[in-house]
């Protein structure tokens, strides 16, 4: 007779954004398309909500950016894998009229999260570069700050994802890439967003959800056309080619493994903010 089986493990909350890196990234997981791997219950939600979760401990598996680690590691670790980390990705700061950076002491800017990486990337240039600082910092939805800055509601937006290949059709200038700043300063790739899982699962989930992550990075890679549709249908009406150019940016080498040049950076962004007084300082990540 077949041996008895335990009950079946209950389905993981996962949650990450509805862009397409993250949509491209997790299709073949969230679909159960990778044999052994844990089955999952998907939520959609902007940065700003999924660090949320995890700083009051709501969810399994999510996305969250790197800035709010301090906050969450007790609860979470940080995985190897599936995360947003590159070069020439950085966040933008976008105005109306073309200008220099001095031009934002005291203005108003709208960020999409104070415990954002891009935020945080943004208070080291702007430390450099905006003497005397900004004035109000506003949090709007990623998707919701071009049109502010278009419309005058602020004067400034600091905007990620996919506003780097459309704030042109807003009518919109860039004052300064962040990206461009972290890289030239420090010489690390960028670490944007980052995958935490719920430290109590037990060390040998959190390997199956690693091998799981990855595994879907690999489909991915192998058939990109199995997540066209699932990409496009979240991608808040993005065109094909816009989707395209934003996986090729998000979507690289770092996502499939953070390697010791994604540990060092991510080590480096938060012993910066730490020593700038910006987050509770952190022991070594691995």
């Known amino acids: 007779m077949p041996e008895p089986t335990g009950p079946a493990e209950p389905p993981l909350a996962l949650a990450y954004s509805p862009c397409p890196n993250d949509t491209f ?8 398309l990778l044999p052994g791997a844990p089955a999952v219950d998907v939520t959609f939600a902007d940065i700003d909500v ?8 709501e969810g399994d598996v999510l996305k969250v950016s790197y800035a709010v680690l301090p906050w969450v590691l007790g609860e979470y670790a940080l995985l190897p894998c599936g995360g947003a980390l590159g070069r020439g990705c950085g966040p933008l700061v976008l105005t109306r009229e073309p200008g220099e ?15 954002s990486t891009a935020y945080l990337l943004f208070r080291f240039w702007a430390e450099a570069m905006v003497p005397g600082g900004v004035g109000e910092v506003r949090v709007l939805p990623f998707h919701e700050i071009m049109p502010a800055v278009r419309d005058g509601r602020v004067d400034a937006g600091l905007v990620i994802h996919e506003a ?26 960028i670490p944007l967003g980052a995958i935490i899982a719920r430290r109590s699962l037990g060390e040998e989930r959190l390997a199956r959800i690693t091998e799981a992550i990855r595994a879907s990075v690999r489909y ?22 816009v989707a395209d150019a ?23 962004l938060l012993d910066r903010a730490a020593a700038q007084g910006l987050v509770p300082k952190v022991g070594r990540l691995d």
Do not use: C, K
């Not at 999924?50 to 401990?57: D, I, M, S, V």
């Open 50 to 57: 999924t660090n949320g979760l995890a700083e009051r401990g």
């Open 164 to 189: 780097r290949f459309t704030y042109q059709r807003f009518g919109l200038h860039r004052l300064a890439d962040m990206g461009e700043f972290w890289e030239g300063t420090t010489g690390h790739p």
């Open 25 to 32: 990234v997790f299709h073949a997981w969230a679909h159960g």
């Open 220 to 241: 991915a890679w192998a058939d990109p056309a199995a997540s066209r549709e699932y990409v496009l249908a979240h991608a808040q009406e993005m065109e094909p080619a």
């Open 101 to 115: 950076p001095a031009e934002l002491a005291g203005r108003t800017i709208a960020v999409p999260s104070e415990r």
């Open 246 to 268: 934003h996986i090729g940016l998000y979507v690289n080498e770092f996502t499939a493994d953070l390697g010791e040049a994604g540990y060092a950076a991510a080590g480096e």
